[in-house]
């Protein structure tokens, strides 16, 4: 009972947190009960599902803050960002990659809003160059291959979609336009973000476990980089219609038109939605 109540907290407070503060999600008990099992969950995936949520939630118009596991959101950050990188200590290989990170001091008032308008100018600027496209190397895929998977991941009765073709840069492959993926059958989701909510076919639920069905294959699909921001002539096209380009809209002065960019320039900010 010590060990249950142990991880109902940990996992409660680190991997599956809400705005409640000082209260759990009760669904997390429900994995706890038989010890021997805990090894047979993708935690991982479903913390994954669970920020996926939570990220959704957040661009509600009526929501304030953002939940789920930051730490996690933080850490995909510095891997890929070195612009936003804080300070990092020396690490042996066989300890936690975020442990490494130095947390930044926490800014407050007029610094803060000054802050948030850099790093959105940051993002707005940002070129291929300014990317870390593979920092786990080229070959972790082949490490871990559920990092392949595509379809939809799950954590109790929150459901998300995943698609590892729509990040082929991360195993050094060049960028393709990805297949259509699966969808829920119905959603709602209001501006308060109280009650998002995303209905799921039943069948989705057995696609997790075939695995060699939903694995992407890599040479299949694409070929390995010459470049590390590589990308198929159409993808900008495609990604264009499906996305905001810029982060910053004018606010002073005379409303502006947003800027038309041309191919040249839309290969560098191609990366903003990545995750």
């Not at 706890?32 to 090894?39: I, V």
């Not at 610094?111 to 790093?119: M, S, V």
């Not at 959603?187 to 076919?201: H, K, L, T």
């Amino acid at each position: 009972m010590e060990v249950q109540c142990y991880l109902f907290v940990l996992l409660g407070s680190m991997l599956f947190v809400d705005k409640s503060r000082d209260r759990l999600r009760p669904a997390i008990n429900l994995f706890l009960k038989d010890h021997r099992r805990l090894t047979d969950y993708a935690w991982g995936a479903g913390a994954l599902a669970y920020l996926y949520r939570q990220l959704g939630v957040a661009t509600r118009a009526g929501s304030k803050g953002l939940c789920g596991c930051l730490t996690l959101l933080q850490a995909w950050i510095y891997e890929y960002f070195p612009l936003f990188r804080p300070s990092q200590l020396p690490q042996s290989p066989d300890a936690p990659r975020a442990s490494s990170w130095i947390s930044p001091r926490l800014p407050g008032g007029d610094e803060a809003r000054q802050r948030l308008a850099r790093y959105r100018q940051l993002l707005d600027e940002l070129s291929a160059d300014d990317v870390t496209w593979t920092p786990y190397g080229r070959d972790g895929h082949t490490d871990i291959p559920r990092s392949l998977y595509t379809g939809p991941i799950r954590f109790s009765d929150i459901v998300e979609g995943y698609d590892s073709a729509r990040c082929l840069r991360q195993f050094g492959y060049r960028q393709i336009i990805p297949r259509a993926m699966t969808v829920p059958h119905d959603q709602y989701r209001p501006a308060s973000g109280s009650s998002y909510i995303v209905f799921w076919d039943p069948w989705v639920n057995q696609l997790w476990d075939n695995v060699a069905a939903r694995r992407l294959d890599l040479d299949f699909a694409s070929r390995p980089c010459e470049q590390p921001s590589e990308i198929v002539e159409e993808y900008v096209d495609w990604f264009l219609t499906r996305s905001h380009p810029r982060i910053t809209h004018p606010t002073d002065g005379e409303p502006q038109p947003r800027p038309l960019l041309v191919h040249q320039v839309s290969y560098d900010f191609l990366l903003l939605f990545q995750i």
